[in-house]
């Protein structure tokens, strides 16, 4: 017999428990487990009057925030809509049924405001990074770290040449992206007179959005210039949990930096130093790689940045022996280069500009050589030069002769899977803040979702397979 739907949705009374109707299998249950937000409002109360009307309350704007990164909903205004809409969204919320969900103007005011002035978007990663390692998930042996690059919210059409003085004053008066742009620039440049003039920074870039102007330039391979943020990710390898993030312009010379501080940083926090650090050739420059050995004595599981290596048939640096009791190469006819051939009046460091040391063979030595063609056809003789952290390359290369080594570049995968996942998944492929606080923002609440879906799916034991958004 073919039924019939009965009754109407007039009922005033219902029996209804919110609680029943969210699946045990949910993601958000899993997330909820190890969410803990006690402190967030005693971090915040500085930042609210003590007078005049109620706020929202912050810890219904952090659990509707971190159902948006969580599901990849990337409007303020479709997020009000889903937890209105959505069972489990108002559970997780801790909404009641009839309860109001913010309006979306009010939502993104209070977000941009009193949350980015109280950092609470770092101390909530932060809370949860805490969880992740009393859960042990993160043990602080192994770190990798790399850097994503993410669109700016700035239109392509809307930049002009970095060499050219630019009015930010023009129309409405600078926005907040150019106005926190321009704090920056002085900051880094202060003899400045003119916040305009970009010559005192440390590198003029090309071409610079008038939307936002701290994203970056950047040529995409096999696609058109974007304006561009990097999120920098620093990862524990155990389990793959994100131990600090970091928003940089796309540029590699500022991702490389993020690092120190990164590390820094969570050392500092959480007293977190790992043994290897595991990254790409990106972090293999000799600066970079006489910090970690010299300064941090981490281990670098990082390939050698080396440019030296000839293509053609002359001989390389490699092609030199060191001698470091004698303080000198010696060429493969058995002859020394040594770095005190040239005599000064004044004495000087001889070091140079690039942080290293030339070593020059004897013109007398190389004139009769019968390799002269292949070691320095024209000039009278050989130059080696030495970078000033070369002991610490020379440790990276033996590292990378080791089983140790193989191991970490599969770990390395790890942090290049968040990236796809965050780009997949939760849908952060493109900023919807501008600024770098804006980056920053977005980056540490994408990261905290990432490290809450993590915690959820490895300590829960109901397998996760319901959810109302693709995941
Ligand atoms: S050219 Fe000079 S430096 Fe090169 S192999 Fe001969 S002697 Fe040695």
Request: proline share 5%; charged share 30%.
């Amino acid at each position: 017999m073919m039924g019939q739907q009965g009754g109407s949705q007039d009922k005033l009374f219902y029996a209804f428990n919110l609680d029943d109707h969210v699946p045990r299998s949910h993601l958000l249950r899993g997330i909820d487990c190890f969410f803990d937000l006690s402190e967030l409002r005693h971090h915040l109360a500085l930042f609210y009057s003590h007078t005049g009307r109620p706020s929202i309350d912050p810890e219904l704007m952090i659990r509707m925030l971190i159902v948006g990164y969580s599901f990849g909903i990337r409007s303020e205004r479709r997020l009000c809509e889903e937890v209105h809409l959505n069972l489990a969204f108002r559970w997780f919320c801790r909404l009641d049924l009839d309860a109001a969900v913010p309006d979306h103007s009010t939502f993104s005011k209070n977000r941009h405001g009193r949350f980015r002035e109280s950092d609470a978007f770092r101390h909530v990663f932060e809370s949860v990074l805490r969880r992740c390692m009393s859960e042990g998930l993160v043990t602080g042996e192994g770190f990798a770290v790399d850097a994503s690059v993410i669109r700016a919210d700035a239109n392509r059409a809307r930049g002009m040449r970095g060499t050219e003085v630019i009015d930010w004053n023009k129309g409405d008066g600078p926005s907040r992206a150019v106005r926190e742009y321009l704090a920056a620039l002085e900051e880094s440049n202060p003899v400045s007179e003119d916040p305009s003039e970009p010559a005192g920074s440390p590198a003029v870039p090309k071409i610079i959005s008038l939307t936002d102007p701290a994203a970056r330039w950047t040529a995409a391979p096999g696609g058109p210039a974007f304006y561009a943020y990097s999120t920098n990710y620093l990862i524990d390898l155990k389990a793959g949990i994100i131990v600090d993030v970091e928003a940089t312009p796309a540029h590699r010379t500022q991702e490389v930096d993020s690092t120190r501080k990164m590390i820094g940083r969570v050392e500092e926090r959480f007293g977190l130093k790992p043994a290897r650090l595991v990254g790409d050739t990106a972090y293999g420059t000799a600066p970079m790689l006489g910090w970690m050995v010299e300064d941090k004595h981490i281990a670098p599981h990082v390939p050698v940045w080396d440019k030296s290596e000839r293509k053609d048939d002359t001989l390389s640096s490699s092609a030199f022996e060191w001698n470091a009791r004698a303080n000198e190469y010696t060429c493969p006819r058995g002859h020394a280069l040594r770095s005190d051939r040239r005599q000064f009046k004044i004495h000087r460091e001889r070091v140079t500009k690039a942080d290293t040391v030339i070593y020059r063979s004897s013109q007398n030595d190389c004139k009769t050589c019968s390799m002269k063609d292949r070691c320095c056809l024209n000039t009278p003789t050989r130059k080696v030069a030495r970078s000033i952290y070369e002991t610490s390359r020379d440790v990276a290369r033996s590292i990378a002769t080791t089983p140790q080594y193989a191991q970490s570049r599969r770990d390395r995968k790890k942090v290049e899977m968040l990236f796809a996942h965050l780009k997949r998944i939760l849908k952060l492929d493109r900023l919807r803040l501008r600024g770098l606080s804006g980056a920053q923002d977005e980056f540490l609440l994408a990261a905290t979702a990432q490290n809450l879906r993590r915690m959820g799916k490895w300590l829960t034991t109901v397998p996760q397979t319901t959810s109302p958004m693709p995941a």
